[in-house]
């Protein structure tokens, strides 16, 4: 794409830009996607996103559908051309609508991103949670373990009582033919559990220990087809009871011979849930680091730029709203209203802007700079599975400039977090906590803190 650029004297931007074919080609094929994805359409393997929307949805030429949106995809492009990035999104100008295999010309005038000023660059001074596992939260990991190695034995005769456990012989038929699946000399059933139809279960109690009983019981069909039945006939050996298991040091050496003893057990169960933990209290970290130093920030942000975030949040809302089965009106209403949660955008959006204007200043103020590790390393945050993709897939729809926005405040963030003076709150005595949360602690206390995608995004 060709791309010239002109300073105004309000300055703004002023794009002149220049398609090629292949390049309208590519965002006709862009919006398509975008279409088919609105639409909930599925191409089928060696089907085009048209030959699924005309079989699917009965769209004859889904080209004329979205032609209204290849400018808009077009666009992203000459902003990455010029490496611009714009305080909001600038609409496309053109006279001829453009059309696949061919050439197309548009311009848009551009208000590109401001830049705004700190009142202090100085370390900033932040309190945080201390990284702990408590005792209780390990306590209820080894009831889990417990349970999941419980025995069942012989408890006193009586009849059988909903929720018991018994063991039972089954013998079982459909038909004359035996079920070799369901049959059994010997099994523990724990009434309740769902394990065998309710009409099952209620044949069995009130049976005693040595009782035979043969009946036929319903198991569940697919909807629209009949219940099926199978003959049974089950001995009700004995009724058991469950027994938990001790976990002790004797226990760990028989079942957990990595460990060996409870003590170290204890210690693997803390360093496993710290683990888990230690991603979002190293995003905690930098969220509050974000915010703190959002507070120096000093500047008017246009009305334009507010409108447009708030845009962005409302779409994205909507979006994790209806994925979650509720109406945006329901979700509203859980907020307060329309007053309340009018209210409630408009800070969040404030606040958005204000800590990333405040991280690209601190990028600017420090002289810190962008390598392709750090873009893969925003990247890693959206698919932790295929970093490269998450680039690739931006790259092919223009947001490349976007992408280095990202990186350049996740890398500023992870600066004022690196030097920032902090206060762990609540920190327990290191005589009562596990040796990993020790060492999870002198890592803050050095400074030497991992961090996670920026606030500010």
């Not at 109690?205 to 909807?223: C, D, R």
């Not at 600017?364 to 690739?392: G, Y």
Request: aromatic share 6%; with cysteine.
């Amino acid at each position: 794409m060709k791309v010239t650029e002109k300073k105004l004297d309000d300055g703004k931007i002023l794009l002149e830009a220049a398609a090629s074919p292949a390049e309208v080609g590519h965002a006709f094929t862009l919006a398509q996607y975008a279409f088919a994805q609105q639409m909930g359409i599925q191409p089928m393997a060696g089907q085009t996103v048209a030959q699924a929307a005309e079989q699917q949805a009965g769209v004859k030429d889904l080209d004329s559908i979205v032609r209204p949106q290849v400018a808009d995809f077009l666009a992203p492009f000459a902003l990455d051309k010029r490496n611009i990035v714009p305080a909001f999104p600038a609409k496309p100008v053109y006279s001829a609508e453009p059309k696949r295999g061919s050439a197309f010309e548009f311009t848009m005038t551009v208000t590109p991103k401001p830049e705004y000023e700190l009142t202090s660059y100085e370390p900033v001074s932040i309190t945080i949670p201390s990284l702990e596992i408590a005792e209780a939260e390990i306590d209820q990991q080894l009831a889990y373990m417990a349970d999941s190695y419980a025995e069942f034995v012989t408890d006193e005769p009586r009849p059988v009582a909903a929720g018991d456990s018994v063991f039972i012989s089954l013998d079982a038929s459909q038909n004359g033919k035996s079920l070799d699946g369901l049959n059994t000399d010997g099994r523990t059933l724990i009434l309740g559990l769902g394990l065998m139809p309710p009409t099952f279960e209620e044949q069995l109690i009130g049976m005693e220990p040595g009782q035979t009983k043969e009946f036929s019981f319903e198991v569940p069909a697919l909807p629209g087809a009949d219940s099926e039945k199978i003959d049974a006939k089950v001995t009700i050996k004995e009724i058991q009871k469950k027994v938990l298991p001790t976990i002790d040091d004797e226990w760990v050496t028989k079942n957990m011979p990595l460990y060996p003893n409870l003590a170290a057990l204890r210690q693997g169960i803390a360093d496993t849930m710290m683990m888990s933990m230690k991603p979002q209290y190293d995003q905690l970290k930098l969220q509050v680091a974000s915010a703190e130093l959002g507070k120096r920030f000093q500047g008017k942000i246009e009305d334009a730029v507010y409108e447009a975030m708030r845009d962005t949040l409302l779409s994205t809302m909507r979006a994790q709203v209806a994925a979650q089965g509720m109406s945006f009106e329901e979700f509203v209403a859980s907020q307060g209203g329309d007053q309340q949660f009018g209210m409630m955008l408009m800070l969040q959006s404030r606040e958005m802007l204000v800590q990333g204007y405040a991280l690209d200043a601190v990028f600017r103020h420090e002289k810190l700079t962008i390598t392709d590790d750090d873009i893969l390393a925003v990247c890693a945050t959206m698919s932790p599975q295929d970093p490269a993709a998450v680039k690739r897939q931006m790259d092919e729809e223009g947001r490349g400039f976007a992408l280095r926005e990202m990186a350049e405040r996740n890398k500023a963030n992870q600066w004022v977090l690196d030097h920032a003076n902090i206060t762990i709150e609540n920190a327990p005595s290191a005589a009562a906590e596990p040796e990993s949360v020790q060492e999870a602690e002198a890592n803050i206390a050095r400074e030497t803190i991992l961090g996670g995608e920026s606030a500010a995004e």
